[in-house]
Each structure stands twice: as C-alpha cells, then as structure tokens.
C-alpha cells in the first residue's frame, strides 16, 4: 500500500516527466523546422506557411531569436484567449463541446473539494479508528478516509449531507451543462452552411425486385411515397476490393519515391530491394524497376475491377443515398417509417459525406444481427480474462504481493528509496501498458458490428471502452487490490467480520487511483502535447518521400481528437472523484489538476493543431451525460454498502433516496434535451428552406447533390456510366416502372386517358 512518502515520489516523478515533456514541447515548437506538426491546422486552412529566414542556412531549421525562448510559456494563455464562438467557427462544435467537458469537471469538483476540506477531512482525522485496529494494513493518507470514523459514530451524518450536497451540485451542474449544450447544437444547426447530408437520408435494406435493379426500385419506390420533395439518389457499390487496390497503390508510390530519391542523393547506386515480405528475403532486384512494375500491374488491376463494380448489378448493395428538394423533405423522409413491415426501406439521417464508414454499407442487414451479437459474447470474454492482468498489477500495488510474486526481489524491494518507487509509481504505468492496444481492439470490433459513419464507430467504441473501465479498472481494481491487501486478515477471521474488513479496505484503493491518476492525467497529458510519435514521422517522410509542397502537405500528420479512447478516460476520474469525493477527498486535487490541465493543453490541440475528421454536431454529448449520472448513482450505491458495514442502518433509508432522485432527474433530462441530439426539427428546416430559397433562387441543388455520395474511390476516375439521378418529373404523375402490372390506364368519363399508379 502507498504511504504518503511513496506518493510524493509518484508525484515528484510525474511532474518531473510532465515538465520535461512541457519544456520539450515549448523549445520544439519555435523551430521552424517543426513548424507543419505543431500548427498544421493553420496550414491546411491555408493561413500559414512555412517559415522563410534570410541569412545563414541555420536559421531554416533552428530558431536563433533567443527573445522568443523566454517567453516558451505564452502558448497557455493563447490556448485560453479565444472566445468559445471563435472555436466553433474554427474548430467545430464537436471540438469546442468536447473541451467543455474538462470545463464541467472542473465546474464539478472544485466547489465540492473546498467544502470537502473544510468539512469531511476534519471529522475523518479526528476519527482515531484505524490506530486501534489490529491486523490491518494501512498509511497515513488512509487516516483523512471515511475508514477512520468508528462504527457507529454520529459523525456519519457529515458524510450522509455531503453526498446528497454532491448529488444535488452534480445534478445542477449537469443540467445547466446538458442546457448549454442543446442551444449551442440547435444554434450551430441553424447557422451551419449548407451541406450534402442536410438534404439526404441513408436507405438501408431496399427489399430485392426481380424486374427492377436496386437503382430503379428505389427510384420508383421514392418517386411515388415522396412525389414532391424526392430529387435524387446514388446507390451503394461494394468497392471494398477496389479501395484496398487504391490503397496499395499509395504504398507502392511511396516506395518507388522513397527509393528514387535515395538514388538522386547517391547516383552512383542503384537501390535494391528484395521481393518477399517486407523486402526482408527473396530475390534481389532494382527497387526502382520492381515498385515501377508492381504499380503498372496493380493499375491493371485496378482497371478491371472498376470496370467490374461498374458493369456487375451483384456489386450494388441494397442501400442508397437518397436526396430531397429541401432539408424539410429529408428530415421528414429520416425521421419516419417508411413501409408496414419494419425491416426494410429503414431510413436515417445520411452521415456526412466525410463521415462515411463506406467499408460498411455493403454489409446485409440480417448479418449485421448476427455481427453485433457475437460481438456482444467477444465484448463478455474479453472483459473477463482481462482481470487476469488487472490482478497482477493490483498485486503489484503492495509490497507482499510483489514478494509473493516475484520472491527473488525481496531484498532490493525491502530497500526505502526502491519500495517508495515501487508502489507509487510502478503500478499506475503498468496498467496504462496493459490498456494501450485496448482501444484498437474495441474499435475493430465496432466496425465488425457494422456501424455506418466514423461518428457512430467512436461512440460505441467510447461506450465499450467506458464499460471495460467501469468493471475491469475500477472494480476490478477495488475488488482484487483489497483481497491482496488484507489477505492475511481475511484467511484469519471468521465469516461474519469479512464485511467489516473490506468496508474499511475499500476506501484504501484510493491511493492507487492517485498514482494512476498522476501517470495518466499528468504525464500522459503533457506527452500529449508533444507529439513525439506525429514529430519523427513528419521528419521521415519529409527526408524520403516529400518531393513536392503537396507531398509536403500529405507528410502533415495533424490528428485528431481520439474520442473513443480520451472521452472514457475523462469519465473514469468523474466516477473516482464521485465516488471518493464523500470517501477520500484527498483524492480531489489531484482529479482537479488533471481537468484544468487537460483543458489548456486539448484547447490548444485543437485552435492549432487537431483536424477532426467529421462533424456531428456534438451529437456524443447524451452519453456524455448518462456516464457521469452512471458514476453519479454507483457512487451512492457503494455508499450506501460502505456505511452498512459501519453499523447505521438507519440511514439507509436516506441514501437509498439518493439513486431514484438522481434516476428520475436523469429520465428528466432526456426528455427535456436528448430529442434536439436525434431530431432536426421540421419548423427549422423550414425556416431554413426559406431563407436559401429567398437568397440563393437560382440555386441548382440537384448538381450540387449529384456525387456528394459517390464512393471516394470513384471520384477520380470517369464516372458517367455511374451516374444514376434522375430527371425531375414534377408535371408528369405517372412513374415509370418495368413492371407491367403496375403500368396501367382508365378512361375518364370524357373520354380522356388518366395515368394510374397501380401498387401491388
């Protein structure tokens, strides 16, 4: 267990690492030679170039301005002067929201913490328990916990009023937060520019017709349910093969570049490489000729499956990009039922075209059930066996787990200076190792569920990485580092006093999570900003394969906000300061430092350096909302079974209020907000049709539509014979179709022939 020496070694350890990851970042950042990979987002809005110095050759790569060195932390205040309206108009909504979630912890935990402080630690100090119980393996830190109030003592009733005092501050913060939030979204909606997936919906599982191809039913089948506001469509080819050749195609480019100019500096040798995997073996040849040759064979490739997907109906998948006249007619068509039977022409908002996850719109939708349910099976299997390592690194937080593991290190553990890095610095970077490849794993296994748009993909990724926290990081962590921990007392004692022992033990793991807070939140963070990885590979490709300021341009690795990962992580340290806030408020500080330097160091990524690489509108934040109230309600449960072991049942009525308020404010709040996160309202978009109509008449949207939704494979090559819109037919109510038994007429009384529209 961590004493309170071992703590300011983590402590002394990470803010080292921190500030050297800082001071690194403050003189890479004013080399001009570095200037794309800390500002790209400036360059690719075209605002910036590259730094241009007359004088000695030097002065391009180095900065020799020694004024400019003694002002390395100006970054700071930069990150903080622009108005949260300026961010959006230069970021987006989803990066200004996104950093308005730091922006509520801290609006959360700081006033809880002052009056923590000033109220619990006092009452937990004077509590004097844990000195007259023997057996049981404790520091001093522990002596500021809820575990050094006697069973029993009235003094409960302090930590009784500071939980609901943290429920009520949480539920308002978070309502004024969710409130915010809806209005920036509606306003952003309202004032955006126009775009393709304001006027488009995605159909999904078109139902087969054996006399009309895919394109023709679902024209005819819009045609005749939406006459007036239906304009075109683009159906969904399974160009997933030909994509992976345009891909391989890039590489081989790369190669045959990086080996040219390894030839240009050193003309008299030819480079080689060898032809099998990697170029590790095989026959040696030109490498110039072989990636010359391999190109040339992968474009004939690359001709015939075009030609392929472009001429074979079985490449077209049942699903389509469907257009409207008007944002009103989309949004009327996306937020419908389209057919009686519920499992065909299912019908959504289109995504953005950039957005996209193409790879999965040409998989059926009877397999994406099947998909998502063993996903569902791996997601269970997966979560268990990871205790696995999460009880070896619990086992590595106290120095009797260590020496039961690993007996020959006894004497060098048993040594102060050793044991103090041991067990306050060792076992919060272990588990950040163990959970590096975690995310990988989870968002491969969201895109197998066959989810349509990289938005969705980093939502359920964020959910399944928040629940593996929830249960392996967090529970598992409490549950095995206290069985560790107290292991000699729970053999030793009869059954009746084990819940007793692990009320008190509980409480003890918040010292782990302050080292693991410390390793993640302050070090990882300011590893962050440094970009070390975007940093050497920028400068690689700059070195062999930037030949041209557009290569140069490509080289540019400007990243982006990793939601499915960063956004769980933010969640775990509310569950630890909500449920440690009445616990251990020790554990406060150190969540505060974290939310206030994250926010300074993401607002920075994103005003110079994140491209996102689509817009929702900020559409994550309902489950932003439902995981904080998650660990708001488990925070009174373990509560509520903290304090039955401390011998007051009586106030077990008073906290079980607590989980049905916080439940009911939840559902509350979904019906008040959640709607304006899944809906565009029909009087908006009818606002908004009027005005564009009114400023822009002569506007051809049809063109404008026309391959918004072509696959981004196709973009480049002709794409005449896929073109599949079609002609508007406004003064002609009869819709074309093969089938004969829906083409037919009936004579008017005057005589006259009257088109019909017959439907089976």
């Known amino acids: 267990m961590a004493s309170v020496q071992d703590i300011c070694t983590s402590a002394a350890i990470n803010l080292l690492s921190a500030l050297a990851f800082l001071l690194a970042f403050a003189f890479l950042r004013l080399q001009p030679i570095n200037d794309r990979v800390y500002f790209p987002k400036w360059y690719k809005k075209g605002i910036r170039a590259s730094p241009k110095s007359s004088g000695p050759l030097m002065k391009k790569f ?7 060195y003694l002002k390395f932390w100006t970054w700071m205040p930069a990150a903080l002067r622009m108005p949260e309206p300026e961010l959006i108009d230069h970021a987006g909504l989803d990066s200004a929201v996104y950093v308005r979630i730091y922006l509520l912890g801290l609006k959360i935990f700081v006033p809880i913490a002052m009056l923590a402080f000033a109220v619990l630690v006092p009452v937990n100090w004077t509590g004097n328990t844990l000195d007259n119980v023997k057996d049981l393996t404790f520091s001093d830190i522990d002596k500021l916990s809820i575990s050094n109030v006697a069973p029993g003592s009235t003094r409960f009733v302090t930590h009784i009023i500071m939980a609901y005092v943290v429920t009520f501050w949480t539920c308002y913060i978070l309502y004024k937060e969710y409130q915010i939030v809806t209005n920036k979204r ?78 240009e500096r050193n003309p008299k040798m030819r480079p080689t490489t060898k032809t099998g995997l990697w170029g590790l073996w095989g026959k040696t040849v030109d490498a110039i000729d072989y990636y010359t040759d391999e190109i040339e064979k992968i474009i004939q490739e690359e001709s015939v499956e075009r030609e392929k997907v472009m001429s074979d109906p079985k490449a077209i998948v049942p699903a389509a990009f469907v257009s409207f006249k008007s944002r009103w007619g989309a949004a009327v068509c996306a937020q419908t039922q389209q057919s009686s039977n519920p499992t065909i022409w299912l019908t959504e908002w289109a995504p953005e075209p950039r957005d996209v996850y193409w790879d999965n719109l040409a998989i059926p939708y009877v397999e994406l059930a099947v998909k998502r349910l063993l996903m569902a099976v791996a997601m269970f299997f997966l979560t268990f066996f990871f205790m696995i390592p999460i009880a070896f690194v619990q086992s590595l937080a106290s120095i009797d787990g260590i020496v039961k593991v690993f007996p020959f290190l006894k004497a060098l553990i048993q040594k102060e200076k050793v044991k103090s890095v041991v067990q306050g610095f060792l076992p919060g970077i272990v588990l950040k190792i163990f959970l590096l490849l975690l995310p ?25 990485y928040h629940f593996f926290l929830l249960v392996n990081v967090f529970f598992g962590s409490l549950i095995t580092g206290a069985a560790f921990q107290q292991l000699k007392t729970f053999l030793n004692q009869s059954p009746s006093e084990i819940p007793i022992t692990v009320g008190v033990a509980i409480p003890m793991k918040a010292t782990f999570f302050i080292t693991y807070i410390m390793v993640d939140g302050w070090a990882g963070i300011a590893a962050e900003i440094l970009r070390l990885v975007p940093l050497i590979m ?15 341009e490509q080289a540019m690795d400007a990243g982006c906000i990793n939601f499915p990962s960063s956004e769980p992580r933010i969640q775990l340290y509310f569950l630890l300061g909500l449920v440690y806030s009445v616990v251990t408020p020790l554990i406060l500080p150190f969540i505060i430092v974290f939310f206030a330097f994250s926010y300074v160091v993401f607002r ?3 005003i110079n350096v994140y491209d996102q690489k689509y817009e929702s509108g900020a559409a994550f934040w309902p489950a932003v909302h439902r995981r904080v109230i998650i660990g708001l309600v488990i925070s009174q449960f373990l509560l509520l079974g903290l304090l039955s072991t401390k011998r007051i049942a009586k106030a077990t009525p008073f906290l079980i209020a607590l989980p049905v308020l916080t439940i009911w404010f939840h559902r509350f709040c979904k019906g008040r907000f959640e709607s304006a996160f899944v809906k565009f309202p029909l009087q908006d978009t009818m606002v908004k049709d009027t005005l564009e109509r009114a400023t822009e008449p002569n506007l051809n949207l049809k063109a404008y539509l026309q391959d918004a939704y072509l696959h981004p494979v196709f ?10 819109a079609v002609d508007e037919e406004e003064n002609n109510p009869l819709v074309s179709t093969k089938r004969s038994s829906r083409r037919s ?15 089976e």
């Open 745 to 759: 007429s009936s004579k008017t009384a005057s005589g006259g022939i009257t088109p019909q529209i017959v439907l």
């Open 62 to 68: 180095v900065n020799l301005d020694c004024r400019t």
């Open 715 to 724: 973009k480049s090559f002709d794409i005449e014979r896929l073109g599949v």
């Open 604 to 606: 920075h990524q994103i």
């Open 186 to 263: 509606l306003q952003f909606l309202a004032s955006e520019n126009r775009r393709p997936d304001q006027f488009s919906v995605l159909v999904r599982n078109v139902p087969p017709d054996p006399d009309e191809s895919v394109s023709e039913h679902v024209e005819h089948f819009f045609c005749v349910n939406h006459p007036d506001t239906y304009l075109t469509h683009q159906v969904v080819y399974n160009a997933n093969k030909l994509a992976s050749l345009v891909e391989n195609k890039k590489s081989l480019h790369n190669w045959r570049t990086y080996y040219q100019t390894r030839y």
């Open 440 to 464: 990988s794993i989870l968002m491969t296994m969201s895109k197998i569920e066959g989810l349509t748009s990289l938005s969705s993909l980093d939502r359920r990724s964020a959910g399944k």
């Open 538 to 552: 920028f400068h690689l490709k700059n070195t062999f394969l930037v030949k041209t300021e557009q290569d140069r």
